[in-house]
């Protein structure tokens, strides 16, 4: 007999599903009784780690993550991950165990309190099943959906008697026969719309986001630069780096206060962007959005972005197909080149160090094309055009600014990606959120450089204070956290770095490690 187990695990199978990240409780336990060993289970010990190691595996993979917690306990418990995994448009099936439909209506112990529910707003599409045989069916749905444009999160809920239950074989064999194109492209005329824009502008510029960073998309993005000799500015708070940082094209990224951004897209008079909102503010700002003079296009497979956007001419379509398009059309241009981005020399005066000569040191440490990044320091976020970018996928930062995604989604890049090394970049507040994650990325051999930048306090907090007229005070101050301690019992290596020269000797021996590794070093 199949049961819905085995025709639940068909469906992950039949849709790249390659892996399982979970924190059970006793409403999940019958799910991993048919677990196949084709498809490894993580255990994480904190259900925030869970979803950002999902989510952090589907983005380096390409694939869909899959997550599995407990009850409405363990959801609730992920929701400040999830608002990451939401915001980065990546697709992640999170299921969670329902009590036994007998005991549900008498809202037992652990019941998923109205699952429907429960996830929104950070989901596309919630269910629970009607009767058990209906659980492979929403399975597939949730698949292809999280997978559609624009990509998501879905949640299921599903009860913990369902499993051994007899499938219903003639839908299992359709469901193992269906897939979904879901990445609808812009149309011709389109482009056409915006390589006559490019070719009739004077001083037209290129804002990428996210949606561009795919292998296709960062070539495209190169050609377009060179032929029409663009300058190209990343988007503000993009989780993403879509351009290489190197390059002569390339101008950084962009400010979140509206007025700072507006004054500097007013340089040009056609701006056309790619796989980014326009825009992620976050810096108080009372200016206009725009100046008068600039002309905005955009390209997104988000309708929400598109339709939100405070100005613009709006266009719903893969922003990387778009960019391939675009950059076989446009003109080839003779303007002047755009002046290259300069970096300013770092102070490099310690024994605490700035955050631009930690960055300088970092990027002499792994000056590879495979290296790939994971950001969760805010001191170094604007900064990050000091490090070495030069290959699409190559840095993810927590795309709604939630805490605690960092550490965690460096160790499902690293199971997604193993033959690229993965640094973790973090402060000293932020891995406490997810600290847990150590635990995985020790149990499995997960090798990843943590560098933990320690400067005792919330800074970010801190500069906002000032702009928002807040007294400082001692609940800024975060002092005795012991890192190196905490790490060590959790089974990693540790080391202090006391000089800029050691951390960029220990992040030069990061690709022969074979275990993970957090490494100290004392921030201003």
């Known amino acids: 007999m199949v049961t819905v187990s085995d025709a639940f695990y068909g469906i992950l199978r039949h849709h790249g599903v390659r892996a399982v990240f979970g924190n059970p409780g006793s409403n999940e336990l019958p799910f991993l009784t048919g677990l196949p060993d084709d498809i490894p289970y993580y255990l994480g010990l904190q259900e925030g780690a869970v979803i950002a190691m999902a989510d952090g595996f589907a983005q380096a993979t390409g694939t869909i993550g899959f997550a599995n917690l407990h009850a409405a306990a363990g959801t609730g418990n992920a929701m400040g991950c999830l608002t990451n995994t939401q915001a980065s448009h990546t697709p992640v099936v999170v299921m969670a165990g329902q009590q036994t439909r007998r005991y549900v209506p008498a809202g037992a112990l652990l019941t998923n309190v109205d699952p429907i529910k429960l996830t929104e707003p950070l989901v596309k599409w919630a269910g629970e099943p009607l009767r058990p045989q209906d659980g492979p069916a929403l399975v597939s749905k949730g698949l292809m959906l999280a997978d559609s444009a624009p990509r998501g999160v879905v949640y299921l809920s599903v009860p913990l008697d369902d499993w051994p239950e007899p499938a219903d074989d003639h839908a299992r064999a359709f469901l193992l026969q269906r897939a979904v194109d879901g990445s609808p492209v812009v149309t011709s005329q389109t482009v056409e719309t915006l390589v006559s824009a490019l070719n009739g502008a004077s001083k037209p510029a290129l804002v990428l986001g996210p949606g561009a960073d795919t292998e296709e998309g960062f070539q495209a993005a190169v050609a377009l630069a060179e032929r029409a000799r663009l300058p190209v500015w990343v988007a503000p708070s993009a989780p993403r780096c879509p351009f290489p940082t190197r ?189 847990a994650g150590l635990w995985t990325a020790a149990r499995h051999k997960v090798a990843v450089t943590f560098v933990v930048c320690t400067n005792t306090k919330y800074r970010a907090l801190e500069e906002f204070a000032e702009e928002l007229h807040v007294p400082k005070g001692e609940y800024l101050r975060i002092p005795d956290l012991g890192i190196l301690d905490i790490a060590r019992g959790y089974g990693l290596e540790v080391h202090r770095a006391e000089t800029l020269e050691d951390l960029t000797e220990y992040l030069k021996k990061g690709p022969d490690a074979t275990g993970p590794r957090l490494v100290e070093i004392l921030q201003r």
């Open 247 to 435: 390059h002569r094209c390339h101008q950084g990224l962009l400010p979140t206060a509206a007025g700072e951004l507006a004054k500097i897209l007013a340089q040009y008079d056609t701006v056309v962007c790619f796989g980014a909102p326009v825009f992620r503010y976050h810096a108080p700002s009372t200016e206009d959005f725009l100046q008068p003079g600039t002309t905005v296009y955009a390209v997104t497979d988000d309708p929400d972005e598109a339709t939100r956007a405070p100005f613009g001419r709006m266009f719903v379509g893969d922003a990387s197909d778009a960019l391939v398009r675009v950059s076989g059309a446009v003109a080839e241009s003779d303007r002047p080149w755009p002046t290259p981005l300069t970096i300013a020399e770092a102070d490099t005066s310690g024994p605490h160090f700035t955050a631009e000569a930690i960055l300088d040191a970092i990027d002499r440490g792994t000056r590879d094309d495979n290296t790939v990044f994971s950001l969760e320091w805010t001191s170094g976020e604007m900064l990050r055009d000091r490090l070495t970018i030069a290959r699409a996928r190559s840095l993810f930062y927590s795309a709604a600014g939630g805490l605690g995604w960092g550490l965690p989604a460096a160790i499902g890049l690293k199971l997604g990606r193993p033959d690229r090394p993965v640094v973790c970049l973090l402060g000293d507040g932020s891995p406490h959120y997810t600290i």
